[in-house]
């Protein structure tokens, strides 16, 4: 009997499979102790050869308790091996879970920049043109002839625009009438103001 038969016999006789990813050697010594421990009516019924390798694995151990450098008889043929060397089955293998299409959120794109409209210049501001009565016009040159434009005086009498208004008269020119009437320019402003002169 070759030694490739020790392991299968003992595996078929003890009745024992290799575990899922035992290794070989692990299965040599359990395969060994079971055998020790079957009676001794079960005993002669092994092989000579398979006692042999049971006895031997068993001293050997023994030793390496011990402290001994002793390596343990490899069992040929070992079922363990093959269960080893053999790919496993599909249907123990658990299929990868499929990564999710959506799992991973896209990055949003970035939002376009706004374009800042550019500011406009404001338009130039047009000088509003000037009332002919107003008294705060250009300012007249002192040739400039004053015309009255009303008959009487229109200022209430004892106000110093009273007395001024009397003392003007149709042709002065700017400088003779604040020369003769010897009061503050702004009331001949306020008379044109008030449309009651022109000064041209």
């Not at 038969?5 to 899922?20: R, S």
């Not at 210049?121 to 016009?137: D, M």
Request: aromatic share 6%.
């Amino acid at each position: 009997m070759t030694s490739e038969t020790i392991g299968v016999e003992l595996q078929k006789k003890l009745k024992l499979n290799p575990c899922h990813g035992e290794t070989p050697s692990s299965f040599a010594r359990r395969l060994a102790t079971k055998a020790n421990e079957v009676p001794d009516g079960e005993w002669k019924k092994f092989s000579d050869e398979a006692q042999a390798w049971v006895n031997s694995y068993l001293e050997a151990e023994e030793k390496s308790k011990s402290g001994e450098e002793v390596d343990l008889p490899e069992l040929e043929g070992n079922p363990a091996s093959a269960a080893s060397a053999e790919p496993p089955e599909a249907a123990d293998e658990v299929p990868a879970k499929k990564a999710k299409a959506n799992s991973a959120k896209k990055p949003k794109a970035a939002a376009p920049a706004k374009e800042k409209p550019a500011k406009e210049k404001p338009a130039p501001k047009v000088a509003k043109e000037k009332k002919p009565s107003s008294g705060k016009g250009p300012r007249a040159s002192g040739s400039s002839v004053i015309s009255a434009l009303v008959k009487g005086n229109p200022y209430r009498s004892g106000t110093k625009a009273h007395a001024f208004f009397n003392g003007l008269k149709t042709g002065m020119t700017v400088s003779e009438a604040l020369a003769s009437t010897k009061v503050p320019g702004i009331y001949l402003w306020n008379a044109r103001r008030d449309g009651f002169v022109t000064i041209k």
